[in-house]
């Protein structure tokens, strides 16, 4: 039997038809994206505040003189400690040295006028007595006697203030400190409303912050005992402007006795030692405080959370190998991690890496991370999270 060229050339369609049809087949589905898994950890945790913090001494003296006159000496060095009573500055005695001379010249004449007026009364009464003289006589001298002696209390005092004046020629410290550049030089004439220079007691040292309302109110809620609405403890840390932290700790002793209307915070004040007296007013830094301790915090790594247009979310994962995205309110920071209020429970898995690449539902291929140890303190304010989407 004769087949006709005809029909092998159409099984020959047929067959490639088939082929082309075996060569556009859909290839296989991709794999599961692999992802880390972390599980939500539970943990007490200790939250920290910080605030910008200002120096002052503790004490701040202005060395003023009492007595007006010209500067003749310098007696310290600029920048350096003093001790209190330690002479600073020296005003030209011979004025006052003068003034010392004559009350004591006007002292001796006094008591030389007492001395005569009391021999009289000596002499005058046993002849009173007897009748020898008027009565009269013998008052009259006690009067002068009596007023002799009102002279030479006021000449003792007079005398007394002119030493008082001539010692005031020295200008002296009035605290230990560190003493300021000097105001006033050689030659001045100055006066008790004069300021030479100040002494700054800067060990312990004084450093402000300023708090918010809310937290204040947070402290006095936290405040035992009716003492001061202060954070409790004396373990503060003094954060230099190098980024330095000082090696003494400090503690909150007092609260300003108002709320600044224009900023709405309070100014607090803590006391730090300074033994090295490396501190010194006009300083800035950061205070931290341990402010809160939360108990049985859940948390999570900074890097497993998302942003999406102001929502927080992390992917959890079930037991089914299947992500889901799920919204959360975090709380403060915890080192790398977060610490989260609402949205998740101790020990459900969370995905740490290749969050980009999971998508709600979908499956996934889980490798189960270790979780880092948790630091001890954290910061309250909130970071931005490490992945943003959309």
């Excluded at 020296?90 to 004449?109: G, K, M, N, T, W």
């Excluded at 004439?189 to 220079?197: E, N, Q, R, S, Y």
Aim: one cysteine or more; a neutral charge.
């Amino acid at each position: 039997m004769v087949v006709p060229q005809t029909a092998f050339l159409f099984v020959g369609s047929l067959l490639a038809v088939a082929a082309g049809c075996r060569s556009e087949a859909a290839p296989p589905a991709p794999p599961p994206p692999a992802v880390t898994l972390v599980k939500v950890a539970q943990d007490d945790v200790q939250l920290t505040s910080e605030w910008i913090a200002t120096l002052d001494g503790y004490v701040n003296a202005d060395i003023q003189p009492q007595v007006s006159g010209y500067l003749i000496r310098q007696l310290y060095t600029e920048g350096m400690p003093v001790e209190k009573g330690q002479v600073l500055f020296e005003i030209d005695p011979r004025p006052f040295q003068a003034v010392v001379d004559q009350s004591r010249a006007q002292l001796a004449e006094s008591n030389a006028q007492l001395g005569r007026t009391t021999l009289d009364v000596q002499r005058d009464r046993p002849l009173a007595e007897a009748r020898a003289i008027a009565r009269s006589q013998l008052d009259n001298d006690v009067q002068a006697q009596a007023a002799a002696k009102a002279t030479v209390d006021s000449a003792h005092a007079s005398v007394k203030q002119a030493n008082l004046n001539l010692e005031f020629t020295k200008v002296r410290s009035l605290v230990d400190g560190i003493a300021g550049v000097a105001r006033g030089q050689i030659g001045d004439l100055v006066g008790p409303a004069a300021v030479l220079t100040t002494v700054s007691q800067v060990d312990p040292i004084k450093v402000w912050v300023a708090v918010s309302e809310r937290e204040y109110l947070r402290f006095a809620a936290q405040a035992t005992g009716g003492g001061q609405p202060l954070p409790k403890g004396d373990s503060l840390e003094l954060v230099l402007g190098d980024g330095s932290v000082h090696p003494e700790k400090g503690q909150f002793v007092v609260a300003d006795r108002q709320v600044d209307p224009t900023t709405g915070t309070i100014r607090l004040m803590a006391v730090f030692p300074n033994p090295k007296q490396i501190l010194r007013p006009g300083q800035f830094g950061r205070v931290r405080a341990v402010t809160e301790t939360r108990r049985g915090a859940l948390l999570i790594p900074q890097r497993s959370v998302t942003e999406l247009q102001g929502t927080f979310q992390v992917a959890v994962v079930g037991p089914d190998n299947k992500a889901s995205v799920r919204p959360v309110e975090l709380g403060a920071q915890v080192g790398s991690m977060w610490i989260v209020e609402k949205g998740l429970r101790a020990g459900e898995n969370v995905v740490s890496e290749g969050v980009q690449k999971v998508r709600d539902g979908a499956p996934v291929r889980p490798v189960v991370e270790t979780p880092p140890a948790t630091p001890p303190t954290s910061q309250s304010e909130r970071p931005q999270p490490a992945n943003k989407g959309g």
